[in-house]
Each structure stands twice: as structure tokens, then as C-alpha cells.
């Protein structure tokens, strides 16, 4: 009989096994895979954000890296980077990165992939809310070195374009996760969302600290909602069949 068999096997357990710390142990060894995931996705992230936030907060004249980072980016400006950096920067604006999470969501849609669509519309609604929000509440200027060949008029931090373009890629390595095309979006993804980066500090809208704020808002953003939301199995993605998890609450949401 099962349910025999399970209280033998429980009985026999050891006092370790049956100890809080033998629990702990048991916990950790389980779900270290999660626990580092909350700690290098999210943990680490906010942390970096915060320590970023509240020197813009309390201290005007920001971080003495940010300027001459700035300066040094912009000594390499000519009439055809200007140009080159101009249209590249669209890229990251989330009203062109809209259309591809249209496209993206649709796909879902079509699928019936009703956690990943989920997931993909809160991400992506939650991120845009956040950097209005923060804009609204930390009142950066933006730098104001030199005409800008772009010019941007609200305020700075963090980075909306660093945020979207960070969302944006990140949203695309959970759906794919377990894919080959996973490492494809995180190598041609990185190299996008350091050009977007690029083209923020050229064309002199955004310090250095908007940036990587940005980016950091954004990753832990879309980690934490994944990790709610769940949006694939492990052995399924946006490009295979739809797996039951996808149509389904979890077990403890049932």
C-alpha cells in the first residue's frame, strides 16, 4: 500500500533528516538553482539600483565617473556617427520595440500559450510604468554638454531606452529558455543592448549611471515576474508545442 509504504519510509528517516537543519540542508540542495537565480537576478540588481538611486537622490552632482565617460564617448563624434547614432537609437524607443512585442504576443496568442502571454504583457506594462515612475519621482536632468543631434526633453534616470531595450531581451531569453535559440538571443540581444547604450551617451542625453540603472531595473524586474508568473517548462519554449504547464495553474494556485 502507498500510503504504508510512505509513513515506513518516514519513520525511517534519520534524526538529521527530520531536524531543522537537516530540512534547511534538504531546502537549499533542492532549490539552490532558484535561490542563486533570486540572489544574481534580482538581489544583486536592486542592489546596484539602490546604491545608484539614492546617490542621485541626495547628491546633485552625481557620480564623478559619469562626466568623463561622457566626454570620452562624445570625443569620437563626427557628422556620420551623428547620423549612424541617431537611427540606431530608435531602436531602443518603446515605440518601436511595441511592434515586436505585438508581433511576439500574438504568436502566444495563437498558441494559446496563456502564461507566456501573461507573462510578456505584465513584463513589458510593468517596465514602462517603472521608468515613468522613477523619471517622475528622481527629477534627473539630463546632461547638457554639448547640442545634442537627438535631444530629449523629460527627465533622465534611469534610462527608458536602456530599460526597453534590457526588457525587451530579457523577455525573449525566458521564452526561448532551453532552446538553441536562447544563446543566439543572448549574444546578438547583449550587443544590441550595448549599441542602445552607446547611442544614449553619444548623443549626450543620459549619464553613464542612467544607463546601467536601466539596466538593472529591467533585469530584475523581468526575473521576478518570471519566477511568479512561470511561463514555460523547462523542456518547452516559444519555438517548440505548447506544454500542458502553459494552459494550466500550478498545483498550489489550483
Known amino acids: 500500500m502507498p500510503e504504508l509504504e510512505k509513513v515506513n519510509n518516514e519513520n525511517q528517516q534519520t534524526p538529521k533528516q527530520r531536524s531543522p537543519i537537516g530540512f534547511v540542508q534538504k531546502l537549499l540542495i533542492t532549490y539552490w538553482r532558484s535561490l542563486l537565480l533570486l540572489f544574481v537576478g534580482i538581489y544583486l ?8 538611486a539614492l546617490e542621485v537622490r541626495y547628491n546633485e ?6 562626466l568623463p565617460i561622457l566626454v ?18 530608435k531602436l531602443g524607443s518603446f515605440w518601436t520595440v511595441l511592434p515586436i512585442l505585438s508581433a511576439i504576443a500574438l504568436i502566444l496568442l495563437v498558441q494559446r500559450r496563456w502564461r507566456s502571454l501573461t507573462y510578456l504583457l505584465i513584463t513589458a506594462a510593468g517596465s514602462a510604468t517603472i521608468n515613468r515612475t522613477a523619471k517622475e519621482f528622481w527629477h534627473r536632468l539630463r546632461p547638457d554638454l554639448w547640442t545634442s543631434a537627438a535631444p530629449e526633453f523629460d527627465y533622465s534616470f534611469p534610462s527608458g531606452h536602456a530599460m526597453t531595450s534590457m526588457t525587451l531581451i530579457a523577455l525573449l531569453v525566458v521564452l526561448t529558455w532551453g532552446s538553441v ?49 512561470r511561463p514555460l517548462s523547462q523542456s518547452a ?3 517548440s508545442e505548447k506544454p500542458v504547464s502553459e494552459t494550466k495553474l500550478l498545483p498550489e494556485e489550483q
Do not use: E
Open 61 to 66: 552632482g552625481g557620480f564623478p565617473w559619469d
Open 181 to 229: 535559440w536562447c544563446w543566439l538571443t543572448v549574444i546578438l540581444g547583449s550587443v544590441y543592448i550595448l549599441a542602445i547604450g552607446w547611442t544614449r551617451l553619444y548623443l549626450g542625453v543620459h549619464f553613464p549611471s542612467d544607463i546601467i540603472a536601466g539596466w538593472m531595473v529591467a533585469i530584475a524586474w523581468a526575473i521576478g515576474v518570471s519566477l511568479i508568473i
Open 45 to 52: 540588481p536592486l542592489q546596484i539600483f539602490g546604491l545608484l
Open 237 to 239: 519554449n516559444i519555438t
Open 72 to 89: 570620452k564617448v562624445h570625443s569620437l563624434a563626427q557628422p556620420q556617427l551623428d547620423v549612424f547614432a541617431t537611427i540606431l537609437t
